[in-house]
């Protein structure tokens, strides 16, 4: 990253990262803050309050409408995401107006106002939406609890409570969650580096509290335990194929050569699953592999969806390519072809400043380097074909992995 960057902490614990994007006068700023579903207790509470912060605050005394007119005057774009682990409140903003960004964000996060009226909006919002599960997500619940034992992520999302949380609850929530112990901010603009972190610093200094607790447990085992797992519906939509193999974090050096074995598996259109299951063999039309990670662990996943009726012999076939690659390996074309796919995709992944600002908040958040994209490049220009043969010998082994399926009762 041919970025000049700067850092710092804050006595109340933000961290403060600053970058340097000379050019267009744009300027990004994203706060991430810990908010993983910890406790199930927790659940409403934590979706109403991601809905309604941003809706008021208290000092100035500003609206929903007041805030998008500030916004505006300011030509700044507001964005709450929220993630398994994580709250991330993102603005894009003419440079310009930075300081008087970063100033509604220090509003927001320290002198919030909740009201009945954004509450109520929210719940009615949530009310319309479905809260259970879909197949695909029990699918992968029951896969996780298999593989990893009883854990937030394996917990089916919590039915609606006939009570619904409160302001009350919703403000204290508030002043555990929303605070600068645990946090990151980063701030990508056109200015120098040390004036981001002093114009973030100044307005955020006063911002207390801290740290929420609210982070992912570890797994309970590092691998997962093999096995099979069989869902059925009377009438399924699809019939579903999910598994979960061993891993490893993208900060192990063993990540790169895993990472290419993934990609020739079913990471990309011309992958060896792609080709077995949907072109030869017309099982699945939706067919891929990839690495999940969070800060419980990591685990290697297949997903293949297709008609009601195939489970049973796509969860076979990619049983068998799972065998054939651990056992006999990838070509040196396919690693080749796999590692210019991912090359390619490093430089896609940073290729608008929004696109940057969020992935270099997630690696500072998740304790990577700033450039770890970019040095990545170089990491998967070494890898050898023997490297990533090995690396399908012990990863890609279907004897590791939970296998499951979900199709017609009796199928």
């Not at 699945?284 to 690495?291: D, W």
Request: charged share 25%; aromatic share 4%.
């Amino acid at each position: 990253m041919n970025r000049e960057t700067a850092e710092t902490v804050l006595a109340n614990g933000l961290r403060l990262v600053a970058v340097l994007a000379p050019g267009a006068p744009l300027a990004e700023t994203r706060l991430v803050l810990p908010y993983a579903c910890s406790d199930s207790r927790l659940a409403a509470t934590r979706e109403l309050l991601a809905a309604c912060l941003g809706t008021g605050t208290r000092a100035p005394a500003r609206t929903r409408q007041d805030i998008a007119d500030r916004a505006a005057d300011l030509g700044a774009e507001l964005s709450t995401v929220v993630t398994a682990e994580s709250m991330v409140l993102a603005t894009s903003v003419l440079s310009a107006g930075l300081p008087g960004a970063l100033d509604l964000l220090a509003d927001l996060l320290t002198r919030p106002r909740y009201t009945e009226d954004e509450l109520a909006l929210a719940r009615r919002r949530g009310a319309g939406a479905s809260r259970a599960p879909g197949p695909l997500g029990r699918l992968r619940g029951s896969v996780l609890a298999h593989a990893f034992g009883s854990h937030p992520l394996t917990r089916p999302r919590p039915a609606p409570v006939d009570d619904p949380p409160s302001r009350r609850e919703v403000e204290a929530l508030h002043a555990r969650a929303v605070v600068p112990d645990g946090a990151v901010l980063l701030v990508m603009s056109d200015r120098d580096p040390q004036e981001a972190l002093r114009l973030a610093g100044v307005r955020l200094e006063s911002w207390s509290g801290g740290p929420s607790g609210l982070t992912l447990p570890r797994f309970e085992r590092a691998e997962p335990f093999p096995g099979r797992v069989t869902l059925s519906s009377h009438d399924p939509a699809q019939a579903m194929v999910l598994t979960a193999g061993p891993a490893v974090p993208a900060a192990d050096p063993g990540h790169a050569p895993l990472h290419l074995a993934q990609l020739l598996l079913g990471g990309h259109a011309s992958s060896r699953l792609a080709r077995r299951l949907r072109d030869r063999h017309g099982l699945a039309y939706a067919v891929s592999a990839e690495l999940r990670e969070y800060r419980a662990g990591c685990w290697l996943e297949v997903e293949c969806s297709g008609a009601p009726g195939t489970a049973a012999r796509t969860a076979a076939e990619v049983t068998d390519a799972l065998r054939e690659l651990a056992d006999a390996g990838p070509t040196a074309r396919e690693v080749d072809r796999a590692r210019a796919y991912a090359t390619g995709f490093t430089r896609f992944a940073l290729a608008t400043r929004t696109e940057e600002a969020s992935a270099l908040a997630g690696f500072a958040a998740a304790g990577l380097p700033l450039d770890w994209l970019d040095a990545y490049r170089g990491v998967l220009a070494e890898v050898t074909h023997a490297q990533v043969a090995a690396a399908a010998a012990h990863f890609l082994d279907p004897s590791k992995a939970v296998i499951a399926t979900y199709d017609e009762e009796g199928r």
